[in-house]
Structure formats: C-alpha cells, structure tokens
C-alpha cells in the first residue's frame, strides 16, 4: 500500500481573485471548553475490543499522586477536536528534578492499548498522537501548541524523583469547530439505533469541519476532493453552512496545475499550496460538487464563475480514453475508487466520468451555455454506449472491468449511481452482485456509502438500512461515537497502513449516513 | 547509593528581609548569541574514549536533507548553557505529515554515544537532555522554552513521510551567565597545560554563574553550600562577582527550618524554598562562606547581619559530639565530605567543625563579640585536643575515624586544612598517607580539590600541581571543555547513579584549580 504520488517538477498556478474569495470565507471557529468526565482503565483483551471502564470521577483526578510510572487516563466522554491544557503540581519534597512525562491522546479505547514503539507501517509515525514533556518547575500550567482529536488522554509519569510526585490538579480541552450541533434538528426515525448513527455521523462531521473540511482531525487534516464531496452533501442535509464548501471549492480551483488541473487535495498551512497528487475520479468531483452546492445554495455568481474551473477537469480527463470511448489507463494510482487490493478501476472510473459529465451538463444547461451542453451530452452518449457494448457481461448480469474482465462491487456501485442503467435493471444487478459475492469487495467507508447510495436509488431501502445497520451500526456497537476511516466489518483493526495506531478514528467520508437517512429514509416515512 | 533526605514534616521559616537582600542581589544575565561552528560524527569505540570527529562546516546544514531516521549533529565548540532557537524547513512535497524528530543535548561526546533507553539509574531520567518534538507545519522557527547545558546538538529525524525532507536551516544558542571572561586575566604561569586547565575552570565557572551559584547547569542546577564555598573562592580570584555571593549567604540565611539550620541546597523557583536536606559539614560551611566573602568584599554590614545565622550552626552541630568531645553520628548520610562507598566521616566531620568555628572565632573578634570568641576558642581547644587524643594513631602516623579506627584520605585532609597540626606535621601525614595508600580514597572533584589545597599548605606544591594535572589535566586529555561533577582517572565513565548519561560535566565543586593555582601557585612565580 505504500503508494505515494510526487512530481516535484508541477507547477503550480494561482488564481488569486479565487484565492481571495477563498479566503473572505474563512470561518471563525466556535470554542467550547471541555472537562473530562472520568477516570478510566483500558485493557487489551485477546477476546474482545478494547473498551474503557470507568475507576473513578474526573474531579478526583488531583488526589492521585503520581511517580515514577504511575500512569491516569482520562475520558472526556466523547470525541473532542481542540487544544489541551493541563494544569500541574507536585506533592512531597521540593521538586528536585524536572517532571518528565508522556501524554498520549486517542481517539478510541483501543488506541490506547496500542505501543507506538511497535509501529512499523509505511505512514509517518508523527501522526502518533503522543508528547514527551518535561516541565522543569511545577506548579506549571502546560497549554500544549497543537492540536489533537481525541477522547481519551493517558498521562504517564516516566520520572520524577525519589522525593516528589506529580498531581494534574485540572485537564480542560478548547474544542473547536466551524459548527455547532444546536441547530440541527434530530432525524424523524423512531429507530434507536438509526437515531446513534445520526448522532454519531453528526459528531464526526462537526469534528472534521474546521478552517476546511478535514479529511480527518486527527489525520491526515487536510481538505481531499472525493472527501468534501460527500461532506458537503451531508453539510447540506444537517449543518448547512454554505461558505464552507463554498470557501473549499474555490481554494481547488484556485490553486492548481499550470495546464488547469485540480489537485486530489491541498494545505492551507504554511501557505495555500495544492498537493502534488492527481486522481482521475477526484479531479472530476469538483464537477459534481459545484453542482450539488449550486443546488443546495441557489449561489449562480459562484456557479458561473467555477464552472470554466470544472468544465476544465473534463476536458484533462478525456485523454484517459482510447478509441472505444473507453478509460485505457491500468495504473491503479491513477484513480482512488476504494482501497481495495488489486481492483481493477476501469469500469468504475468510466462510470464516474459520465456521473460528473452529466452534471457538467446540467451546469452547462443553467447557466445557458448550450453549446457545452450538447458537446457534453455527446460525451455522455458516447460513453454509455462503450459501456453497455464493452463493460457490460449479459451472460453474468454484472459490468466487467479489465483486460480480465474483473467483477467487482465498484464497477455496479458506480454504473448504478452514474444512471447507466436504470432502478430496475440496477437493482437486478444489485441483487446478482449480493448473491454471487464476488472476491473485490469493498473496503472503505467511502466506497461502502456509495453502495448504500446505489441501494437507495433502486429502490432497495430496507436492504439498504439493513447494510447501515451493520456497517455504521457495527462501529456503534464497537463504542464508536465518530465514524472511522476504516472498517472491515469482519476484521475490525484492520488498517491500509501496517498499523491501526495511525488509523484515523474520525473520518470525514464516514459520516454519510445522516445525510442518506435524512434524504432517502426520513423525508417518506 | 540510592539516598535521599525526605522530611515532609519539617518547618520551614523564611526571613523576609534577608530575603528582599537576596533578591535585591538578583544578577541580570549577560546573553551571547552563539552559532555551531561544525557538524561532527561521533562514535563509540571500546578502545578509546568518544571525540566528536569534524565532518563538515556548520554553514552546510541546511544542505542536508533528513528523512526518517537521518541524524546531524551540531558541535557549538565550547560548552554553552543557554536557549536553543532552531530554524527549519522542509524540501520535496508539500508537507503531508507533521516533523517528528528528536534533539538530544550533550556536554561531551561521551554523552552522544549514550542510549537515554538504556537509563536505569536511581535518579530521575528526566535529567537526561532530550526532547521528542512534533512540527505540524515547516518552515517553522522554534524556540525550545528550556534552558540546556549542551556543546553537541544531535538532531534525529524520528519521521517524514515518503514525500518530504526536514532541513535545519540554522541553529543559534542564546548562552547566558552572571558574568563574562572578558575582564579575567591570563595565569601568569608559562604552562601550556596549566593554562588549559585554568581556562576550562573558568568556563566551568561562569557556566555554573546563573541567578545563583548553580552546582551544574545540566544537573541538579540548584545552589547547594558545600559547591557555593568553592565557586566562591574561585569567583574570587578571577570573575569578583561580590553580589552573587552575597545573595546566596542572604538565601541561605532568608530560608531555614524553623530552628534555625540552615539547609544544604536551596531552590529559587517556583518560590524560594529551602530542600529539606541537611548535612552537618554544608550547614556549617555557610560560617567559613560568610569569613571568605567578608576577607575579600570587606562587606562588614553583611558580616554583623549573617554573623547570628551563622553562629547557630556551630550551636546545632554540637549535638553531634559525645563527652569525649569527638563526633558520635554513625549515619553516613549526616555529613558529606565525599561519595567514597564505606568512607567513615567521624575524623573528617570533626575537622571540618573545627575548621568552620575557627573561622566563626575570627568574625567574632572582627565584630568585637568578644565573649563569643572566647566560648569558640575553648570549642577549637577541646575537639583539637579530643581529636589529637583519640584520633591520631601515633604508629600509623596518620588520623583514623570511627570504631573499626578506618584510615582513609577524607580524615588527614581535612585535619591539615582544619589547622590541628601544623604544615610540617601535615606534610608528613599526606607523605605517609600516599605511600600507605589506604583503600578509602578520594571520588569527587570537590574531595580532591581539599586534598590538593592540603598539599599547597604543607608547602608540597610540586606534588599539588603535578596531581592537578594528573587529575584535572586527565578531563583535559578527555576533551573537557568544562570540568565534571565525577572524574576517577582509572575509570573515566565511573558514575555515582548508575549510569553516567545522567552525569554532570560542567560542574562548580571541580572548578577550583583556577583558584589554587592563582592563590599557590602563580602569585610567588
């Protein structure tokens, strides 16, 4: 899995009217100050996930006093975005030596059972949500610079003196956040369990809107394309602050490749700077974002200022195509789709191509360019046709991919959403894809919402809230109070990067659910 | 070796006028910018004792590009004791990971080549100069809050990610002391070795110089008596600094147990507090600190106020002595005199009382306390006599302490220094001691330095500079820059805490040559 993409040779281009738009949309973040709320243990357990058992209240914290490998974790009840300060003193002797400690913040029980020295993944090991501190004097009030997301914080005393102890006399957490949950209305669901998984979706969201989207608080921090877009849609069903996404859209067209090309994703920090990093799908999800933000926002201005910006992503994308009107490129990079290992990408990203062109078409219609609209229409004939003749296998009633005919979730997911075949046929392919279970499943949440998206729109609801259920539903019943970026439901540590310690426990395009509930499920019953 | 003095119940009473003298006496700290001046390798090699090997000159540092596990280090060419700003950047992608890296500051190449995990001494760890730090977002300038004692900077590149390098840009150190070497003459003395040794002194001098006499600035950083009765004599002889003297008599005079003992160190921060450590020959030191200081400031104010404090150690230590007029105390924790394992303190501790109350006999006749004189003379008459009686074995020809009558350095020393037989006498004694060479010998700097000061007294000076340069001249074979709280030439990485990484190396009790070479040596050339 250790595929990273670096072309130190791109230039770069800024368009700073953009980038100043940009900017103007900046949020001022909303604080909250948090307390821990109790004294917990987490143990590792052979037989079950890690969970925290309560051992004491928060406010008794100061009369632990700790020495040299006295260890306190704290639960601050659930998970928290922001900055930590503590607040520390000694009991005994005069402190006759620096205290020297370590925090370590995690975003689930079981990361705290996990030991960072073990690490060996292919993924930096400074996401590791852990500090070494000495304080040379105490009392002490230690406001620590950066930020973490997290639910649990461990302090352990690595030494003191023989003549002294350490005592956190108060732990507080400055949360922070573009939003707030207190405007948005509790689903119409009298369903325990789909009332969780709002909930739960609706804190992971909130977490992961800061000064961007956030793929991840805790990592990566960054604003990801194929990410804001399923961000935005649940932003619109819940938070609906439009500057964000709006603030978002132009950073992407702002800061690109010098030929026009948008990044998979970009910084903000030390300065707006787009990544050198391409995919083929997420190039062209800015069409489709632009799209649905106009939708949701009525914002033409923005529209149709963005839309040379998009139009431009399908035009860089048609080079993917051969003669047959078919994508020719085989280098699994080239496209996200899902993490699945060794998934041919083929049809899905065929599929994708025309899902975003239909959009861009639709744009084209609204803002009246008519000429775009049917060139674009074309393309979408076009591309349908070498489908349905190339990809589609009669024979198995399922879309191929590959020079080896690969049948894959992703290819049927992606052809149904695209609107290449319609509810009925989609749901009969739907129905042989569950049956037949082919080997390339599905392995992020990303890939697992769009699944249950494909559901939806062919009519299959209670299949559709059934899979919720287990999936989402699977990490609720783990103690998930966020949606994580990963989860097998049969293999539930699994991690794409050698090690869950730098999983990210908070992830942005987990939090769909309460964006396909509010849309599919809540709006008829 | 693991002993401390705990006692939580003491009663602590603090003079506050003393206290505003002190703090009326606070230096402001002279700051000088310093740069490294080369990068080193340095290696640890069974044979030989690490040095640090020039690589390449400091200017090219930001030429080096560290990925995980790469590692530069820094040689600031002299010790230094101060603030530590690095500037840093990175190369490649745009930064997709926080910097995760490590600094580690030693005072000698010996330290470098030292693992921090292997630690498993008694004192604490948190000594150990090392800082694990996250950078979230480069380039970046950080200005580390701790004040370090270092010449090498190793930084180590803990983790990247694939698609970026860290480079360190530039690293300053903002040095601080009390004094500067600027207005300290040359040694008058055509010695090569000997001026070496006089310069590393003074370095180690000046570094120990901070808002008080520190015993190490590495280590414990604190003023302890038994250090500041050396640093002062030295500061006499070369920096002259009356007011940074003068404010650690009014400390440990300010601070005391509510008896009046006057502790063995003292801290200035968070408030000023005194440890509750006791030892019978530092309480009595601050009597011989307080004739020192006066004999060269001429500061009779001074005298007349600290003359009560110093007069009620000499009243609480004669609790120590039985009806023979000799020491009873068998706990080897009562008195320091020396680190040597097993070392019988009654002889040396006698001396030392008598020492220190001759002394105290001479600020009372300069006052004109004649009654108090008196009583001190009679006190000087009856321990002299008891020691001569019961403490001089005749046909040894050398003192002996305690029950077992052990024979060992610590016991003639400081009966020469203590004036109980005269400098024909004495010579006789230190000739017999080192042909005899008895098993208890000498293990701190501060021990040897007694020694060798004995041996000026009885008019040896060939054999106290050659034995200067035996001992100290070895640190300087070594590398030293600063002279060591430790140096036993037959095992140079010999360490009273179980490993020597938590070793001081510019340590105050080992910068006397630069006095005894000044005071015995250089004036009659």
Redesign the interface.
Known sequence: M?Q?S???DMKRVTNKEFLEKAIQCEPVLKETMVKPVSIVDIKKSKDSYPQAVKVDDAENMSKYHLK?GDTICLDFGRHQVGYVTLKLSSV?????????FRLKFGEIAKEMTENSEDYDG??????IQE??I?V????AVLALP??YAFRFLEISV??????WQMVVKDVACKAVSAVSQEDVPCIKVNDGLLQKIDQVSLLTLQNCMQSVFEDGPK??R?LWLGDLRLQALANYSTFRNMDLVKRCLYLFAALTRDDGRIGACL?I??DY?V??TFFFDYSLFFVAALYDYYMESGDKETLKELWPSAYRQIELTQKEFGEENLIDNQDSMFCFIDWTEGLDKQAAAQAVYIYCVKRGMEIARILGDEESAKRLAEEIKYKTEASLTNLWDEKQGLFVSGKERQVNYASQVWMILAGVVDSEHGAAILDQLISLSPDKKMVSPYMNHHFVEALFMCGKKKEAIDYMKYYWGGMVSLGADTFWELYNPENPAESPYGSSIVNSYCHAWSCTPTYLIRKYFEEDK
Chains 1, 2 share one sequence.
């Open positions: 250790a990273v670096i072309d130190l040299k005994g002797s005069p402190q006759d030596a620096p205290a020297y292919w993924i930096s090991r400074g996401w500090e070494f000495h040379d004097v105490l009392p950066r930020r690595i030494d003191t003196s023989l003549k990592r990566d960054r910084f920090e030390p700077i990544d050198d």
